[in-house]
T-cell receptor
Protein backbone atom coordinates (compact mmCIF):
# COMPACT_ATOMS: atom_id res chain seq x y z
CA UNK A 1 0.00 0.00 0.00
CA UNK A 2 1.34 3.40 -0.95
CA UNK A 3 1.66 5.93 1.85
CA UNK A 4 -0.44 8.51 0.00
CA UNK A 5 -2.83 7.42 -2.72
CA UNK A 6 -4.73 9.37 -5.31
CA UNK A 7 -6.70 8.35 -8.34
CA UNK A 8 -4.51 9.30 -11.28
CA UNK A 9 -7.47 10.31 -13.45
CA UNK A 10 -7.99 12.05 -15.70
CA UNK A 11 -11.02 13.49 -13.99
CA UNK A 12 -13.08 15.13 -16.69
CA UNK A 13 -15.36 17.91 -15.45
CA UNK A 14 -17.67 20.23 -17.41
CA UNK A 15 -17.03 23.93 -16.99
CA UNK A 16 -18.99 25.30 -14.05
CA UNK A 17 -19.32 21.93 -12.32
CA UNK A 18 -17.73 20.74 -9.08
CA UNK A 19 -14.54 18.70 -9.27
CA UNK A 20 -14.06 16.32 -6.35
CA UNK A 21 -10.60 14.91 -5.66
CA UNK A 22 -9.77 12.34 -3.01
CA UNK A 23 -6.59 11.35 -1.23
CA UNK A 24 -6.05 8.58 1.32
CA UNK A 25 -3.03 8.13 3.55
CA UNK A 26 -1.73 5.21 5.53
CA UNK A 27 0.05 6.81 8.51
CA UNK A 28 -2.55 7.43 11.18
CA UNK A 29 -0.38 9.95 13.05
CA UNK A 30 -0.07 12.31 10.07
CA UNK A 31 -0.81 15.85 11.14
CA UNK A 32 -0.55 18.27 8.20
CA UNK A 33 -2.11 18.02 4.78
CA UNK A 34 -1.57 20.07 1.67
CA UNK A 35 -2.97 20.33 -1.83
CA UNK A 36 -0.73 21.51 -4.62
CA UNK A 37 -1.66 22.33 -8.21
CA UNK A 38 0.84 21.60 -10.94
CA UNK A 39 0.42 22.76 -14.50
CA UNK A 40 2.21 20.78 -17.18
CA UNK A 41 5.88 21.69 -17.25
CA UNK A 42 5.60 23.88 -14.16
CA UNK A 43 6.40 23.51 -10.48
CA UNK A 44 3.86 22.58 -7.78
CA UNK A 45 1.96 25.53 -6.36
CA UNK A 46 0.34 25.41 -2.93
CA UNK A 47 -3.41 25.98 -3.03
CA UNK A 48 -4.65 24.66 0.33
CA UNK A 49 -3.37 23.49 3.68
CA UNK A 50 -5.46 21.83 6.38
CA UNK A 51 -4.48 20.65 9.83
CA UNK A 52 -7.67 19.73 11.70
CA UNK A 53 -10.77 17.69 10.96
CA UNK A 54 -13.54 19.39 9.01
CA UNK A 55 -13.76 21.74 6.07
CA UNK A 56 -11.60 24.66 5.09
CA UNK A 57 -12.71 27.00 2.34
CA UNK A 58 -10.64 29.39 0.27
CA UNK A 59 -12.41 30.96 -2.67
CA UNK A 60 -13.59 28.22 -5.00
CA UNK A 61 -11.55 25.58 -3.17
CA UNK A 62 -12.65 23.54 -0.16
CA UNK A 63 -10.41 21.04 1.59
CA UNK A 64 -11.99 18.38 3.78
CA UNK A 65 -10.10 16.32 6.33
CA UNK A 66 -11.25 13.19 8.12
CA UNK A 67 -8.43 11.79 10.25
CA UNK A 68 -10.49 8.87 11.55
CA UNK A 69 -11.01 7.62 8.00
CA UNK A 70 -7.57 8.81 6.89
CA UNK A 71 -8.65 10.78 3.89
CA UNK A 72 -8.43 14.32 2.68
CA UNK A 73 -10.37 15.71 -0.24
CA UNK A 74 -10.41 18.80 -2.40
CA UNK A 75 -13.48 20.32 -3.99
CA UNK A 76 -13.21 22.82 -6.80
CA UNK A 77 -16.45 24.71 -7.31
CA UNK A 78 -17.43 26.44 -10.56
CA UNK A 79 -14.58 24.68 -12.36
CA UNK A 80 -12.85 26.71 -15.05
CA UNK A 81 -10.67 25.56 -17.95
CA UNK A 82 -7.75 27.22 -16.12
CA UNK A 83 -8.23 24.64 -13.35
CA UNK A 84 -7.05 21.92 -15.74
CA UNK A 85 -3.90 20.65 -14.05
CA UNK A 86 -2.56 17.86 -11.89
CA UNK A 87 -3.45 18.13 -8.22
CA UNK A 88 -1.00 16.69 -5.72
CA UNK A 89 -1.93 15.65 -2.21
CA UNK A 90 0.91 15.90 0.33
CA UNK A 91 0.97 14.57 3.88
CA UNK A 92 3.33 15.37 6.72
CA UNK A 93 3.88 12.93 9.53
CA UNK A 94 4.23 13.95 13.15
CA UNK A 95 8.00 13.55 13.26
CA UNK A 96 10.33 15.52 11.02
CA UNK A 97 9.37 17.91 8.28
CA UNK A 98 9.20 15.58 5.33
CA UNK A 99 6.23 15.56 3.01
CA UNK A 100 5.02 12.45 1.25
CA UNK A 101 3.26 13.13 -2.02
CA UNK A 102 0.59 11.19 -3.79
CA UNK A 103 0.96 10.50 -7.48
CA UNK A 104 -1.47 13.27 -8.37
CA UNK A 105 -4.87 13.47 -10.02
CA UNK A 106 -5.09 15.00 -13.46
CA UNK A 107 -8.13 17.22 -13.89
CA UNK A 108 -9.52 18.28 -17.26
CA UNK A 109 -12.16 20.99 -17.32
CA UNK A 110 -14.00 21.04 -20.62
CA UNK A 111 -15.72 24.22 -21.87
CA UNK B 1 10.39 39.17 -4.17
CA UNK B 2 12.76 36.64 -5.76
CA UNK B 3 11.60 33.76 -3.54
CA UNK B 4 13.29 30.54 -4.47
CA UNK B 5 15.35 30.19 -7.62
CA UNK B 6 16.95 27.19 -9.25
CA UNK B 7 19.73 27.08 -11.79
CA UNK B 8 20.24 25.99 -14.41
CA UNK B 9 16.71 25.52 -15.75
CA UNK B 10 17.90 22.96 -18.28
CA UNK B 11 21.02 20.83 -18.33
CA UNK B 12 22.29 18.11 -20.62
CA UNK B 13 25.32 16.12 -19.58
CA UNK B 14 26.95 12.74 -20.08
CA UNK B 15 27.12 9.70 -17.86
CA UNK B 16 29.99 9.81 -15.39
CA UNK B 17 30.14 13.59 -15.23
CA UNK B 18 29.68 15.57 -12.06
CA UNK B 19 26.87 18.08 -12.14
CA UNK B 20 25.63 20.52 -9.51
CA UNK B 21 22.16 21.96 -9.34
CA UNK B 22 21.81 25.21 -7.46
CA UNK B 23 19.00 26.38 -5.21
CA UNK B 24 18.80 29.82 -3.61
CA UNK B 25 16.05 31.27 -1.44
CA UNK B 26 15.60 34.82 -0.20
CA UNK B 27 13.03 34.14 2.54
CA UNK B 28 15.54 32.96 5.18
CA UNK B 29 13.56 29.75 5.51
CA UNK B 30 15.11 27.19 7.81
CA UNK B 31 14.08 24.11 5.86
CA UNK B 32 15.11 23.27 2.34
CA UNK B 33 14.39 20.19 0.27
CA UNK B 34 15.36 18.50 -2.97
CA UNK B 35 12.89 16.37 -4.91
CA UNK B 36 12.94 14.56 -8.19
CA UNK B 37 9.83 14.05 -10.25
CA UNK B 38 9.49 11.17 -12.67
CA UNK B 39 6.54 9.73 -14.56
CA UNK B 40 5.09 6.88 -12.58
CA UNK B 41 6.85 7.85 -9.36
CA UNK B 42 5.60 11.32 -8.60
CA UNK B 43 7.64 13.59 -6.36
CA UNK B 44 10.27 11.83 -4.28
CA UNK B 45 12.43 13.42 -1.61
CA UNK B 46 16.18 13.15 -2.18
CA UNK B 47 17.65 15.17 0.70
CA UNK B 48 16.50 17.85 3.07
CA UNK B 49 18.01 20.31 5.50
CA UNK B 50 16.61 21.73 8.72
CA UNK B 51 19.22 24.49 9.01
CA UNK B 52 22.71 25.43 7.89
CA UNK B 53 25.12 22.51 8.30
CA UNK B 54 22.25 20.08 9.03
CA UNK B 55 21.24 17.70 6.25
CA UNK B 56 19.46 14.36 6.15
CA UNK B 57 18.56 11.70 3.64
CA UNK B 58 15.18 11.39 2.06
CA UNK B 59 13.61 8.54 0.15
CA UNK B 60 16.09 8.32 -2.77
CA UNK B 61 19.49 9.73 -1.68
CA UNK B 62 21.84 7.31 -3.46
CA UNK B 63 24.10 8.99 -6.01
CA UNK B 64 23.48 12.49 -4.65
CA UNK B 65 25.38 14.78 -2.30
CA UNK B 66 24.17 17.99 -0.65
CA UNK B 67 25.67 20.72 1.45
CA UNK B 68 24.27 23.71 3.28
CA UNK B 69 26.99 26.09 4.40
CA UNK B 70 24.62 29.08 4.21
CA UNK B 71 20.95 29.23 5.07
CA UNK B 72 19.98 30.57 1.64
CA UNK B 73 21.76 27.99 -0.52
CA UNK B 74 21.24 24.27 -0.87
CA UNK B 75 23.17 22.81 -3.83
CA UNK B 76 22.59 19.25 -5.03
CA UNK B 77 25.50 17.39 -6.65
CA UNK B 78 25.42 14.28 -8.76
CA UNK B 79 28.95 13.00 -8.31
CA UNK B 80 28.92 10.61 -11.27
CA UNK B 81 25.75 11.05 -13.27
CA UNK B 82 23.83 8.02 -14.52
CA UNK B 83 21.00 7.82 -17.05
CA UNK B 84 18.59 6.85 -14.28
CA UNK B 85 19.12 10.30 -12.80
CA UNK B 86 17.50 11.94 -15.81
CA UNK B 87 14.59 13.74 -14.22
CA UNK B 88 13.07 17.05 -13.25
CA UNK B 89 14.53 18.30 -9.99
CA UNK B 90 12.67 20.64 -7.68
CA UNK B 91 14.00 22.56 -4.73
CA UNK B 92 11.58 23.67 -2.00
CA UNK B 93 11.73 25.58 1.27
CA UNK B 94 9.59 26.20 4.34
CA UNK B 95 10.03 28.45 7.35
CA UNK B 96 8.84 26.07 10.07
CA UNK B 97 8.36 22.36 10.43
CA UNK B 98 4.59 22.47 10.08
CA UNK B 99 4.38 25.06 7.33
CA UNK B 100 3.83 24.33 3.64
CA UNK B 101 6.75 24.03 1.30
CA UNK B 102 7.20 26.41 -1.61
CA UNK B 103 8.83 25.18 -4.78
CA UNK B 104 11.32 26.59 -7.23
CA UNK B 105 10.73 26.41 -10.98
CA UNK B 106 12.70 23.19 -11.36
CA UNK B 107 15.71 21.97 -13.33
CA UNK B 108 15.17 19.58 -16.21
CA UNK B 109 18.26 17.34 -16.29
CA UNK B 110 19.03 14.96 -19.13
CA UNK B 111 21.92 12.51 -18.88
CA UNK B 112 23.01 10.95 -22.14
Amino acid sequence: QKEVEQNSGPLSVPEGAIASLNCTYSDRVSQSFFWYRQYSGKSPELIMSIYSNGDKEDGRFTAQLNKASQYVSLLIRDSQPSDSATYLCAVKRTAGNKLTFGGGTRVLVKP
Amino acid sequence: DAGITQSPRYKITETGRQVTLMCHQTWSHSYMFWYRQDLGHGLRLIYYSAAADITDKGEVPDGYVVSRSKTENFPLTLESATRSQTSVYFCASSNQANQPQHFGDGTRLSIL
